[in-house]
């Protein structure tokens, strides 16, 4: 076991628990900072992992040490064959979780129950209906709401993720934070990343200091309590006094978290990546359909694994678009 428990470690000593499966490049809506406004290329189908390649991969991470699995996408649950793929990964011994835009979640809350997941990251950037509109191209606002008080209420562990992003819901943070006074979620602010496409740039981006600076207007400081952040968190979390709830910011831009980084990403079309910011994958899926072992190649991916965001550990070298725009745009990669 110890050896096998190796092929997970880097040389930075940093051991991988933690794989987000993305199941799919699809999507039911359009968020403008997650895919270029003219689409992504779509792998073809044939070059997407079948439900039993997603199983035979995750199985050997499992076998070497993971012991939490997030399904991502694209939208996970637009993939027609969701439930078979939790159904075969709850018979791992494994924590399973989800992220979801909660569009059409309520058609899963007994799978999801049944298949054991408990926790549920949804992507909700604001809590006005046309704004709403706006960032992700499509008018599924109501839905999005509804389902996550009925997530709620089906006793789920929700967070809520929101990309802040000046002049577009920067002017919500204290909304989203008071979101949280009855209703027991965490918001998680996410600083804005640069991918393909997505036009990043840093004038656009709230960082973890500007949002403090806002809690800090509309609430009295003694009142802002800070939380203790679970191991391997990438977010700082934080509490009103008297909310049940609690919020958070995840700050990969201005502070980054990589020292503690347990986490491994597939792609749907069965790429490994050792880091979101890095723009080199390693292919399991076309190893895997040769007949040939995973490890030597999962070894490999994780000893080439930079210390800090894909090397680009200084903010000015994640402003260089040229050092970012080798990489995937955030909907084909799975965050
Ligand atoms: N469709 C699902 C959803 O939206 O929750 C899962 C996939 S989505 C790519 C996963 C997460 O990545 C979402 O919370 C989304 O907000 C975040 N994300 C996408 N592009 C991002 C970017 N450029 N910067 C920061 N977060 C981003
Ligand atoms: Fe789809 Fe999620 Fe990307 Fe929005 S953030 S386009 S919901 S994958």
Known sequence: M?????????????????????????CNLRCTYCMPEAGVPLSPKSHLMTYEEVYTIAKTFVDHGVT???????????RKDFSTILEKLASLSVELSITSNAVIIDRFIDDLKKYGVK?????????????????TRRNNFDKVYNNILKLINEDFNVKLNAVLMKDFNEDEIVEFIKFT??????????????????????????????????????????????????????????????????????????????????????????????????????DLLTTLRQGKSIEPVIKKAIEAKFKIRGGMDTLQKLEKPQLHSKNRSMITIGG
Not at 257 to 270: E, I, K, V
């Open 2 to 26: 110890s050896e096998s428990k190796n092929i997970l470690t880097d040389k930075f000593n940093r051991q991988h628990s933690y794989l987000r499966i993305s199941l799919t490049e699809r």
């Open 68 to 78: 939490k699995i997030r399904l991502t996408g694209g939208e996970p649950l637009v």
């Open 181 to 282: 006074k009855n209703l027991p979620i965490s918001v998680r602010f996410i600083e804005f990343m640069p991918f393909d496409g997505n036009k990043w740039d840093k004038s656009k981006m709230i960082s973890y200091a500007e949002v403090m600076q806002y809690a800090e207007e509309a609430f009295n400081k003694n009142d802002i309590l800070r939380l203790q952040d679970a191991p391997n968190d990438t977010s700082k979390n934080y509490k009103i006094k008297g909310y049940k709830g609690s919020f958070a910011i995840i700050s990969s831009v201005t502070n980054p978290f990589c020292d503690s980084c347990n986490r491994l990403r597939l792609t749907a079309n069965g790429q490994l990546k050792n880091c979101l910011f890095s723009a080199e994958e390693s």
């Open 119 to 135: 926790n549920i990251n949804v992507s909700l950037d604001s809590l006005n209906k046309e704004k709403f509109t706006h960032i």
